[in-house]
């Protein structure tokens, strides 16, 4: 059973810092792996999307990279902002028999200190 | 441009009470999405519809119903409602190809006393 984990649950980094979120996954069977972000009582917005054959991709002052022999994904955010403040959640696309799944991790919460 | 639209956004019904969640989306999209979202559970999926007159069941299908009334609108149903359904619960749509992009509507707080 696919599994996804995101650690640490709850981040708190000053303003200007570059950080690294995490996440990974148990099997490497995947189609892709996006990256969501969620404001409080609001949905869930579509960060970016890597595909199984692809290492990385970018968006402005995000970075996502894909290791998928590993099960590890990390989003980097760059010289972050108030703005970025909100829940981050990695999602794999998984096959499974003829229904394909996207499996959720649960998030990091991440508050940017102004 | 108004993407995927859920209705109502709050809720408090009863333990019994019977009640419709609507979900429709104006991007064509051929897929379509229920999930609940609980704390320390992350997002489930209760059901979901990959093309119009077609519905699956997810992770947590039991005590909800689906319709997948066309192209565009997607419901979610409860019949007799129960406290563990206490729950914020997301409608998403998307493309059904392999790579799509998951598109989430802004969610229902629903409330069972």
């Known amino acids: 059973k696919q599994e996804v984990t995101q650690i640490p649950a709850a981040l708190s980094v000053p303003e200007g810092e570059n950080l690294v979120l995490n996440c990974s996954f148990t099997?490497?069977?995947?189609?892709?792996l996006q990256w969501f972000r969620q404001d409080p009582g609001k949905g869930l917005t579509s960060l970016l999307l890597?595909?199984?054959?692809?290492r990385e991709q970018t968006s402005g002052r995000l970075n996502a990279s894909l290791d998928k022999s590993s099960g590890r994904s990390t989003l980097y955010i760059a010289a972050s902002q108030p703005g970025d403040s909100a829940t981050y959640l990695c999602a794999v696309r998984k096959p499974l028999n003829r229904d394909d799944k996207i499996i959720f991790g649960k998030g990091t919460r991440l508050h940017i200190l102004p | 441009n108004a993407g995927v639209t859920q209705t109502p956004k709050f809720q408090v019904l009863k333990t019994g009470q019977s009640m419709t969640l609507q979900c429709a989306q104006d991007?064509?999209?051929?897929?379509m999405y229920w999930y609940r979202q609980d704390p320390g559970m992350g997002l489930r999926l209760i059901y979901y519809s990959a093309s119009e007159g077609t519905t699956d069941k997810g992770e947590v299908p039991n005590g909800y119903n689906v319709s997948r009334l066309n192209k565009r609108e997607f419901s979610l149903r409860l019949e007799s409602a129960a406290p563990s359904q206490t729950s914020v619960y997301f409608c998403a749509s998307g493309t059904r190809s392999f790579n799509e992009k998951l598109f989430f509507g802004s969610g229902t707080q629903l409330s069972v006393l």
């Open positions: 890597i595909q199984s054959s692809q």
């Open positions: 099997d490497s069977a995947i189609y892709n």
């Open positions: 991007m064509n999209h051929n897929s």
